[in-house]
């Protein structure tokens, strides 16, 4: 199994910054390890599913993303709860409870060697009908987890990564569960990032069908203004993240007032500066959205170092003696 003992992520405070494989060109399909599936771990290269489950055809599936911290995963309840929610939102139960999923999770996580790693829970119907409605077919879940110490490289983090406003936009709740981690709502995630990475940009920014600023394909945003407050979108068409919702506290700890409120394509231009959130990503610093830069200041660096105390990472010469 992979040396987890070295995959640490960005860390301030004077810690030298490691340049790591954040990410990997091995096939997913085929590594080393053991996957939960419904109910059993098994053999990594032996978790399949049927060309005709309707997941593939209807998207009927929704995930999880977390991360496991020194050997505990990060909120891991908080994201077994919003995994069943998410169930629900599509109109059928997980077979298994909180606790159960929970108890995967780490027994996953520990047969797999992991400490510092990506959870990925997933479910989905299967295969005993093929068409729109599809009320008798079997609901699988899944658990993979896999080390994965950064999503963007260390470099292009504290660099502030580069964003670029997509022609695609966030849908209305009125026409998709837009509060569920579905796993098709990513398809314009996909469809966004591979277009502003054709351009040379790490990450889209979405607007919301109404123009107004929504998130990235995979996380949340805040901006610094001049008035001193971190404003975020108000979440009511996408997903009000986890990781959104622990860095607000953290702000708040600070005395820093958060604003959640419409903001508007115009208002990027006075905004000095800009972070995004979530489990993948963590606090990554932006240095560019279209035309505007940005330079990452002090509560940028702040939520950073905040963050990483609170999900509970290794300083740098803990990280090297593991």
Not at 1 to 23: A, S, V, W, Y
Not at 173 to 180: C, I, K, L, Q
């Amino acid at each position: 199994m992979p040396d987890n003992g070295t995959q640490r992520n960005i860390l301030l405070g004077g810690h030298k910054l490691k340049k790591e494989c954040f990410m990997t060109s091995t096939s997913f399909e085929d590594r080393d390890g053991q996957i939960w599936h419904n109910g059993k771990l098994g053999p990594w290269r032996d978790a399949r599913l049927h060309v005709l489950s309707h997941a593939l055809h209807y998207a009927s599936c929704v995930f999880e993303g977390e991360r496991a911290y020194a050997g505990k995963i990060f909120k891991l309840t908080e994201h077994s709860e919003r995994f069943a929610v998410s169930a629900r939102t599509l109109g059928f139960e997980l077979p298994y409870s909180v606790a159960e999923i929970d108890a995967a999770c780490n027994e996953t996580c520990e047969a797999n060697g992991i400490v510092d790693g990506y959870v990925r829970p997933v479910a989905w119907r299967g295969s005993e009908m093929m068409g729109v409605s599809a009320q008798d077919t079997r609901i699988h879940v899944a658990i993979a987890t896999w080390p994965w110490p950064s999503y963007f490289s260390p470099e292009a983090r504290m660099k502030g990564i580069r964003l670029k406003t997509s022609s695609w936009r966030r849908p209305t709740p009125e026409t998709a569960p837009v509060h569920a981690k579905a796993a098709g709502l990513y398809m314009i995630c996909t469809l966004s990032r591979h277009e502003v990475e054709s351009q040379g940009y790490d990450d889209a920014l979405m607007l919301d069908w109404r123009g107004q600023v929504a998130e990235t394909t995979g996380a949340n945003i805040f901006m610094l203004m001049g008035d001193g407050k971190l404003h975020t979108p108000t979440p009511d068409c996408f997903l009000n993240g986890i990781t959104r919702r622990t860095v607000i506290d953290l702000a708040k700890a600070r005395g820093i007032e958060v604003v959640e409120r419409v903001i508007m394509p115009g208002e990027l231009a006075q905004a000095s500066e800009v972070f995004i959130t979530g489990t993948a990503v963590e606090v990554t610093p932006v240095g560019e959205i279209d035309d505007h830069r940005y330079t990452p200041g002090d509560v940028t660096l702040a939520m950073m170092e905040d963050y990483e105390k609170a999900v509970g990472k290794q300083p740098e010469s803990a990280a090297s003696a593991a």
